[in-house]
């Protein structure tokens, strides 16, 4: 079986005591936090294929019986106890195998008309720092948990100093791409809201929504591209800036540069103020125009709070 891939230590570990049990979660071998790298070459018909090393942690575990009923899940928490992801769990009877890539889950990203052109990494997670880890395995109101060791790569000549800025870095861009995406989902769904309103209401009362909605759009554009063009027209607005400053010290294990901090403050301070120009909207704005609309009897336009935009992202 391919179960534990070329490493046999959770075979090993796996006692005719173990079989017995209903569930044991197994060792494998102590995974390597990899260099991100890529490769472009032209081998024409010299080309030589071999298997990399894998990249992804390996949680192995032995079922005695295939899961049916119940909840059935392995989270990853870091040594403070914050939980990083969640995996899906093989529920096959004998051994399971699950990989984790060793990052945060992908950012979140609002919609836009353009693309990000900064290259993969503005889609991937933050890469987690070497450390001790706690893998939990939960089987119905059962809970297993597991230490797992990551260490550097062999290869890496940066400090765990510079490890560090760069990880606190690439976290403090990936939070501010979740503000930014919770700032202009929440504009578009006012947008939406007054819209439907709208459709209900005479030429007078609609002149005041067309104003609201106006200014409600004007900001929205100053946080995504909405041109026709797509991402051959180049728009870059707040979204595609810090997604390229978010890709950029993602892409890199070593300490940001002076630059690339510098830039990193900048937008998150133009994406503070975006985030006090909605908070003003809903002080001022939405309470004025939720008149209007009493006024013939029409719902009031809500704007969700940010628990409730998060309690969306988990659906």
């Not at 391919?2 to 995974?31: F, N, W």
């Not at 090393?53 to 059935?72: T, W």
């Not at 990052?103 to 720092?129: D, Y």
């Not at 070593?254 to 909207?281: F, H, N, V, Y």
Request: charged share 25%; net charge positive; with cysteine.
């Amino acid at each position: 079986s391919d179960v534990c891939s070329s490493d046999l230590t959770p075979l090993r570990a796996l006692t005719p005591e173990g079989l017995t049990e209903e569930v044991v979660l197994l060792p494998s071998r102590k995974p390597t936090v990899p260099i991100a790298a890529g490769i472009q070459d032209f081998a024409g018909n010299d080309e030589f294929t071999g298997e990399n090393p894998d990249e992804q942690a390996s949680i192995v575990y032995y079922l005695k019986k295939r899961h049916v009923v119940g909840d059935f899940k392995i989270e990853i928490f870091d040594a403070q106890g914050k939980k990083l992801t969640t995996l899906p769990a093989g529920k096959r009877r004998g051994l399971n195998r699950v990989g984790w890539a060793m990052r945060m889950p992908p950012p979140k990203l609002p919609a836009a008309t353009s693309l990000v052109i900064s290259g993969g990494n503005s889609f991937q997670g933050p890469q987690v720092p070497t450390g001790t880890y706690t893998v939990r395995l939960t089987k119905a109101d059962k809970v297993y948990e597991q230490k797992l060791e990551l260490k550097p790569d062999p290869r890496s000549t940066h400090t765990d100093a510079d490890r560090k800025t760069q990880f606190e870095a690439a976290v403090s861009l990936y939070d501010s791409l979740a503000d930014l995406t919770y700032v202009a989902e929440t504009l578009a769904d006012v947008i939406d809201q007054a819209t439907a309103r709208k459709a209900k209401l005479t030429a007078g009362d609609a002149t005041k929504v067309d104003a609201f909605i106006n200014k409600v759009e004007t900001l929205r554009k100053t946080l995504v591209a909405t041109g026709p063009g797509g991402w051959l027209s180049g728009e870059e607005q707040l979204r595609e800036k810090l997604a390229a400053a978010y890709g950029g010290i993602n892409g890199f294990e070593g300490r940001p540069t002076a630059s690339q901090l510098a830039a990193k403050d900048k937008l998150q301070k133009e994406l503070a103020s975006a985030a006090a120009a909605l908070e003003a909207i809903g002080s001022n704005d939405v309470p004025a125009l939720n008149k209007v609309l009493a006024g013939k009897k029409l719902d009031a336009v809500k704007v969700q709070t940010r628990g409730e935009w998060q309690a969306k992202q988990k659906s």
